[in-house]
Every structure is written in C-alpha cells, then in structure tokens.
C-alpha cells in the first residue's frame, strides 16, 4: 500500500437519546411478543390441537417479533459511516448507501445547530446530515478532503444561522 493512500476510516452512528429509547423499547416489545405468542401457544396446545389459522398466527407472530428484533439490534451495533479510498458509506444496521466521494461538492458545518451536512450538489439540494460525534467532526472533514482535495469546507455560526431563518 502506498504512503499517501488514505486508509478505511469508521466513525459510529451518534444516537439521540429519543432514538435509543425508541429502540428499547422496540425490543421490550418484541419480548413482550415472543411471551404472548409463548403462552397463547402453550394455552392452544394444552387445550388441544390449534387450527390451522391458529399455527400461522403463532407461526407470524413469532417471525415479525424476531425479525424486528433483528433488525433494531444490527442498527445499535451496526450503524456508522465509512470512508473508503473512493466511497462514502452509510451503513444504518442492514441498511447501507454508497456515495462516491468524487460525486461530493462541498462539506457545511452547522455550529449552532451542531449538524454536519455533505453536499453533492452546488444548489445545495442533494445531500445527506454526518450524525457523529462534534468531536469527531474536524476529523471526517480533514478525512473526506484527504480523499477529495476539491470539496469545499464552509462553517456558519449561530448567529448566521439565527439571522438566516430571521430572513425566511
């Protein structure tokens, strides 16, 4: 590998506090799922043999609640951002988008709303918000430049912010 070739670069998703909540709480459900269809099935077996209807409530019950658990689970382990050599990649749980570096534009620091927002266009229309971090921001960018030396970095206080929804 040679020395100038910016190495895989990962930076963890940053949930909110709501988000994470939301998840527990998905999984408590899918628990409390799981245990319902348990007993009902364990209520119908002992009462006898359950219809048909009744084995694909149970068999349906069981897929939805260990297919979400699935699902909320790899997004808590596995949501981040990876800069390869020539993509961005989003990858929230099993859910991934590529976005080609050469394709970005320009990279905007919000501070005062503390978001991070990468552009592929010059009207500013297509892009996507870098929830990582604040710590972490300085770092991606510089990153994401080493990979594309003509994205343009640009910041706005939040004082321009503020002025800027005032015009709106």
Known sequence: MEKNKPTRKVYPFQFSLLLLALAVLGLALCAAGIGLTTWQLVRALLGGAPSAYECITYALMYFVSVLLAVILISMLICSRYVLTEDTLILQFGV??????????????????????????????????????????????????????????????????????????
Do not use: M, P
């Not at 991606?140 to 206080?157: D, I, M």
């Open 95 to 168: 859910i991934r988008q590529k976005f080609e570096i050469k394709k970005i534009c320009s990279v905007h620091l919000f501070k005062g709303a503390k978001k991070l927002a990468v552009y592929f266009d010059d009207y500013h229309t297509k892009y996507i918000v870098i929830v990582v971090k604040e710590i972490w921001y300085d770092d991606f960018v510089r990153e994401l430049t080493a990979r594309n030396e003509r994205v343009e970095f640009t910041f706005s206080s939040a004082e321009e912010e503020d002025a800027f929804k005032k015009k709106k």
